[in-house]
């Protein structure tokens, strides 16, 4: 099963193009964006922390029909962090509908554990690699399934770190994570 999304649906949590809203300032490394979100006890910027914040706003785009240009980018974000955050801006893992334009889009996260089987039969998931001695964290939306690969290089990825599409072993490798599944702690369907 192919990737459900598609390029025109990703986003780079590090790009520094996506602008406010009528102005130059790039939203994803300004640390005013949390707080622009009513986020007052967060620190830091989407391109530091916003991993699963991107991954829900790439699930918004992809839900709503919507591309990735900067408006919708932008808004995306917004709602993924007014929605799917707590005032740190900590993900919540708590459904939460997101408005965009005159569409209200229902985000619903249920925690799965078996992400092979949730993948084959078509649905979404999003998954958090973790690696407890370091403290180094990443989430990642798995999209598809390659039933001819072995291993971690089946499950299909959206990664926001530069915005691309790859497999979840291709991921892992670039992020420091050893190919194995005790690294993937949490595990959540999106619908």
């Not at 919540?92 to 949730?118: H, P």
């Not at 958090?128 to 499950?155: E, I, M, P």
Request: hydrophobic letters at 30%; aromatic letters at 10%; a neutral charge.
């Amino acid at each position: 099963m192919p990737h459900k999304l598609s390029s025109t649906n990703l986003i780079n949590q590090g790009d520094t193009s996506i602008k406010y809203p009528g102005t130059t300032t790039s939203a994803f490394t300004d640390t005013s964006f949390y707080k622009n979100c009513g986020k007052t006890a967060a620190s830091g910027t989407i391109k530091e922390y916003g991993c699963p914040i991107c991954d829900l706003a790439m699930f918004i785009l992809y839900k709503g029909g919507l591309s990735n240009n900067n408006d919708n980018t932008y808004n995306a974000v917004v709602q993924a962090t007014i929605g799917g955050t707590d005032n740190a801006a900590d993900f919540t893992w708590k459904s939460f509908t997101a408005t965009m334009g005159s569409q209200n889009i229902k985000v619903n996260l249920a925690a799965t554990s078996d992400v092979s089987a949730e993948v084959d039969n078509g649905n979404i998931c999003l998954v958090r690699l973790y690696d407890q001695s370091n403290k180094n964290s990443h989430y990642v939306l798995v999209d598809g399934w390659n039933s001819a690969a072995t291993g971690f290089d089946r499950y299909l990825v959206c990664d926001p770190d530069g915005g691309t599409q790859k497999t979840l072993a291709d991921t892992m490798k670039k992020r420091g994570f050893p190919q194995d599944a005790a690294y993937i702690t949490q595990k959540f369907t999106v619908s």
